[in-house]
C-alpha cells in the first residue's frame, strides 16, 4: 500500500502530469489533496492501472478528495518552453485552482519550479510511493485521456482514441500522410 503522507502534520498535495511524451495534445497535470485517512491498498501509478480501474479511482478521488484540480499547457506553450516547463507550468496551473491552499507540495519526478513559498518534495516514481501523487496521476491521465478521444472525433486519421497522442505506429503513418494539425507538437523529434 502507498504511503498516505510524508508530513502528517501538514496539508500535502500530490500532483503528477500526464502526456509528457506525446507528439500531439496538451500536457495535462493535477494536484489533489486527500484526507490523512483516506486509504486504499488498489490505488497506485496509473500506468499501472487498467483503463477501468482508472476511471473507477477517478470518481472516486473527485469524491473524496479534499481538493483536487486538472490544468494544461497547450502544444504552443510546449513548444515554446519545452516539456520540462510546460510540465512545471500545468502544475502550477493546478495549484493555482485550488481552494485549500497546500502547506506542502509531493511532486513527481526530479524537477520542479517553486510555487509561491510552498516547501515542496521531489520523489522519483512518487507516483507509485504516495496515495496524493498516484491520485493526482489518475486524474491527469484519465481528463487527457478524455480529452485525445474528442479531439479524435476531429481528426480520426490519427489515431488518438487508442493511442492518446503517444508516437505509435498508426500515428507516425497518420502524420506521414496527413501531417500535422494544430494539436500537433512541432518541437518533439521523431
Known amino acids: 500500500m502507498l504511503l498516505s503522507y510524508l508530513n502528517k502534520d501538514l496539508i500535502e498535495a500530490g500532483c503528477d502530469e500526464a502526456g509528457r511524451g506525446c507528439l500531439a495534445g496538451p500536457v ?12 486504499s491498498e488498489e490505488l497506485k501509478d496509473s500506468k499501472l492501472l487498467s483503463e477501468k480501474q482508472r476511471n473507477y479511482f477517478r470518481s472516486v478521488i473527485e469524491k473524496e478528495a479534499l481538493d483536487w484540480a486538472v490544468a494544461i499547457a497547450m502544444p ?3 513548444d515554446e518552453i519545452n516539456i520540462l516547463n510546460a510540465s512545471i507550468l500545468s502544475m502550477h496551473r493546478a495549484l493555482n485552482l485550488l481552494k485549500i491552499r497546500p502547506q506542502h507540495l509531493l511532486i513527481d519526478g526530479n524537477r520542479f519550479h517553486k510555487y509561491e513559498e510552498i516547501p515542496y518534495s521531489t520523489i522519483v516514481k512518487g507516483d507509485n510511493k504516495y496515495l496524493s501523487i498516484a491520485a493526482a496521476s489518475v486524474l491527469a491521465k484519465t481528463h487527457r485521456d478524455e480529452y485525445m478521444r474528442r479531439l479524435h472525433n476531429e481528426f480520426p486519421q490519427y489515431d488518438w482514441c487508442h493511442n492518446k497522442g503517444y508516437p505509435t505506429k498508426n500515428h507516425r503513418k497518420g502524420i506521414e500522410i496527413f501531417g500535422t494539425t ?4 512541432m518541437s518533439f523529434t521523431m
Open 28 to 39: 495535462f497535470a493535477a494536484a489533489v489533496i486527500l484526507p490523512q485517512d483516506f486509504s
Open 182 to 185: 494544430p494539436h500537433h507538437r
Open 76 to 78: 504552443e506553450e510546449i
